[in-house]
């Protein structure tokens, strides 16, 4: 396994690079890159075809940095380089780390107030070639897309804190044990938190900013199903605890030409150093090779293929929100057929041992169901709502 770059470029490539970059979290950062520039686009496509409209905004033209905007920047600046210039200074422990470095007082004073003084006089600067006479009060139309930034930012925060929310309730004895650890691990993410969390937050923003909803939650459906296929080969990769259980068949002849790895994985060298077959005695599960079902890899495999099946009906799709509608169907469906074959904890649900994330998974399903059945008997009056927007 390849707890970071660092290990991927060296055994794949021969190369020694240290570098401060976690597989986890590199596959977490090119999974919010997608999602982005796929949502981009389609919140295009669905503006040039009247479901999303632009908003005006008014803001103040020209005023000069105030006091409070530069001890803003100023406080930004100097945790930059407080941070930067000791990271520089002790690369070495830094680079296996940075997780640890980024939440503990550890720093460069030197490197803060350059990085203060920096950051303030480039704010300054930029005012200063904006600034009027007399600031005025300007209204500016600004397209649902160009608000990308800022839900990329929410999603973001809300969806990593969530994800981390959701997995320390499910496993508070971890919690409990390494406070620390478990907070600054980036394994352990449990993604229906990170995704209810998410959306919360982007529902506040888009009803705050008069982005229509129906066809931004249609926008991300396609985004959300690839971008959980890329995040979990981040999983695969790093070993981060998110494998079945334990498998000990012999692979059938039909996957013969595939990896055995396929079919069933150790994990060697993971992020979290645990030795399977060890965990699985633990847990009081039977295993005699120590190797388990590697979950992270099929769901790669399925939400690519989910991914491609809702890209390919999106255009067909006319009703505001029936797309999302489907992708939660999809994705509930995916994720409770997985957890049949993973280590979860089970609770009583309705008198069945469902895991935390099958309990979300069936209440997805019903909510894609019923929403399809809502929104397809009102497809008039959504398609004049969104269309006539403005």
Same mark, same amino acid.
């Given at each position: 396994?390849?707890?970071?770059?660092?290990?991927?470029?060296?055994?794949?490539?021969?190369?020694?690079?240290?570098?401060?970059?976690?597989?986890?979290?590199?596959?977490?950062?090119?999974?919010?890159?997608?999602?982005?520039? $796929?949502?981009?686009?389609?919140?295009?496509?669905?503006?040039?075809?009247?479901?999303?409209?632009?908003?005006?905004? %008014?803001?103040?033209?020209?005023?000069?940095? @105030?006091?409070?905007?530069?001890?803003?920047?100023?406080?930004?600046?100097?945790?930059?380089?407080?941070?930067?210039?000791?990271?520089?200074?002790?690369?070495? @422990?830094?680079?296996?780390?940075?997780?640890? &470095?980024?939440?503990?007082?550890?720093?460069?004073?030197?490197?803060?107030?350059?990085?203060?003084?920096?950051?303030?006089?480039?704010?300054?600067?930029?005012?200063?070639?904006?600034?009027?006479?007399?600031?005025?009060?300007?209204?500016?139309?600004?397209?649902?897309?160009?608000?990308?930034?800022?839900?990329?930012?929410?999603?973001?925060?809300?969806?990593?804190?969530?994800?981390?929310?959701?997995?320390?309730?499910?496993?508070?004895?971890?919690?409990? %044990?390494?406070?620390?650890?478990?907070?600054?691990?980036?394994?352990?993410?449990?993604?229906?938190?990170?995704?209810?969390?998410?959306?919360?937050?982007? $529902?506040?923003?888009? %009803?705050?900013?008069?982005?229509?909803?129906?066809?931004?939650?249609?926008?991300?459906?396609?985004? &959300?199903?690839?971008?959980?296929?890329?995040?979990?080969?981040?999983?695969?990769?790093?070993?981060?605890?998110?494998?079945? $259980?334990?498998?000990?068949?012999?692979?059938?002849?039909?996957?013969?030409?595939?990896?055995?790895?396929?079919?069933?994985?150790?994990?060697?060298?993971?992020? /979290?150093?645990?030795?399977?077959?060890?965990?699985?005695?633990?847990?009081?599960?039977?295993?005699?090779?120590?190797?388990?079902?590697?979950?992270?890899?099929?769901?790669?495999?399925?939400?690519?293929?989910? *991914?491609?099946?809702?890209?390919?009906?999106?255009?067909?799709?006319?009703?505001?929100? /029936?797309? *999302?509608?489907?992708?939660?169907?999809?994705?509930?469906?995916?994720?409770?057929?997985?957890?049949?074959?993973?280590?979860?904890?089970?609770?009583?649900?309705?008198?069945?041992?469902?895991?935390?994330?099958?309990?979300?998974?069936?209440?997805?399903?019903?909510?894609?169901? /019923?929403?399809?059945?809502?929104?397809?008997?009102?497809?008039?009056?959504?398609?004049?709502?969104?269309?006539?927007?403005?």
């Amino acid at each position: 396994m390849y707890p970071t770059i660092t290990d991927m470029l060296k055994d794949l490539l021969g190369i020694y690079l240290p570098l401060p970059i976690q597989t986890y979290g590199f596959f977490l950062a090119v999974t919010f890159i997608v999602c982005a520039y $796929l949502v981009s686009k389609e919140m295009q496509r669905k503006e040039a075809g009247g479901l999303m409209h632009s908003s005006t905004q %008014k803001f103040l033209k020209g005023e000069p940095a @105030s006091v409070t905007s530069m001890i803003i920047n100023g406080a930004i600046g100097f945790f930059v380089g407080y941070k930067l210039l000791f990271g520089i200074f002790n690369y070495q @422990s830094c680079s296996s780390n940075p997780q640890a &470095l980024l939440l503990s007082g550890e720093g460069n004073i030197l490197g803060g107030i350059l990085g203060a003084a920096i950051s303030v006089f480039f704010h300054y600067r930029e005012k200063q070639k904006n600034k009027l006479p007399k600031p005025e009060w300007v209204e500016e139309a600004i397209l649902p897309h160009q608000h990308m930034a800022n839900i990329v930012t929410i999603a973001a925060v809300l969806g990593i804190a969530g994800a981390k929310l959701f997995d320390v309730i499910e496993n508070i004895d971890a919690l409990m %044990k390494d406070p620390l650890g478990v907070i600054l691990s980036f394994s352990g993410l449990a993604f229906y938190g990170g995704l209810i969390c998410a959306t919360i937050g982007l $529902l506040v923003y888009a %009803k705050k900013n008069k982005i229509g909803i129906l066809p931004l939650c249609d926008a991300a459906a396609p985004a &959300l199903m690839l971008g959980y296929a890329i995040a979990r080969i981040g999983c695969q990769l790093a070993g981060d605890g998110d494998w079945g $259980l334990p498998n000990d068949a012999p692979k059938p002849g039909w996957m013969s030409f595939l990896p055995d790895w396929m079919w069933s994985f150790d994990y060697p060298n993971n992020v /979290i150093h645990a030795n399977l077959k060890q965990d699985f005695i633990n847990m009081g599960l039977e295993s005699i090779t120590g190797k388990a079902w590697p979950t992270p890899f099929y769901e790669t495999v399925m939400g690519t293929i989910l *991914f491609l099946f809702l890209w390919s009906i999106r255009k067909r799709i006319t009703t505001p929100g /029936i797309l *999302f509608c489907v992708y939660l169907i999809v994705n509930g469906i995916e994720r409770f057929l997985i957890e049949t074959i993973r280590i979860n904890d089970k609770y009583n649900f309705l008198g069945i041992e469902l895991s935390q994330a099958q309990i979300i998974a069936v209440s997805l399903i019903a909510i894609g169901v /019923i929403g399809m059945l809502y929104l397809n008997k009102n497809k008039e009056k959504f398609l004049q709502m969104y269309q006539t927007q403005s």
